[in-house]
């Protein structure tokens, strides 16, 4: 009973669901901006992470996004910015005591083919200078425009290319694969 002498109701709670279409086209992007999160950091754990961080700040500032513009492309700048945040800030603190390759064959060699190309083809984006590697991931893995890229990264056209292509001849003769 209240005060008033009235009896209380509890009303049970909904679950919470995606109430906007903001959420529910995030929602539809994720598989998209985490293959774009992990192809920046180059494993996994640190493109959940980032991933992760831009979800985050997308809900936090979800007014600033303009209805009627490609909430794709907002995503991927809201993630690069939290990613070079990140460098740069790794960067300052970094001290390295073995150099990371020194890892990379422990363990047994029973990987199948296939797995270790891919391996290689990880360890040489990584090895491309941010610029080329964020626009060989746009434009060659997510399928993004040239024009729409450029938006993405903040750069006239006629740089993303000439990063594209700089970064696709550097890949192949880290693969091997140069003419």
């Known amino acids: ?67 009627g513009t490609r909430l794709d492309s907002w995503m991927y700048r809201v993630m690069r910015n939290i990613w070079i945040d990140q460098v740069r800030a790794a960067t300052r603190r970094r001290e390295t005591f073995v150099h990371e390759d020194a890892g990379q064959s422990v363990g047994g060699d029973g990987a199948q083919e296939h797995t270790v190309e891919l391996s290689m083809v990880d360890r040489a984006m990584q090895r491309l200078p941010e610029d080329q590697r964020e626009a060989v991931l746009l434009v060659m893995v997510e399928g993004y425009a040239y ?33």
């Open 147 to 179: 024009k729409e890229a450029a938006e993405i990264v903040g750069c006239p056209v006629g740089t993303l290319n000439s990063r594209l292509v700089r970064g696709r001849d550097a890949l192949l003769e880290l693969l091997g694969e140069a003419e």
């Open 1 to 67: 009973m209240d005060e008033t002498g009235g009896v209380i109701r509890l009303i049970p709670r909904k679950a919470k669901t995606l109430s906007t279409s903001f959420e529910q086209d995030l929602l539809a992007l994720l598989p998209r901006l985490r293959r774009f999160a992990v192809g920046l950091c180059g494993n996994s754990a640190d493109g959940d992470d980032l991933c992760q961080m831009s979800l985050e700040r997308a809900l936090a500032n979800q007014t600033k996004w303009l209805e």
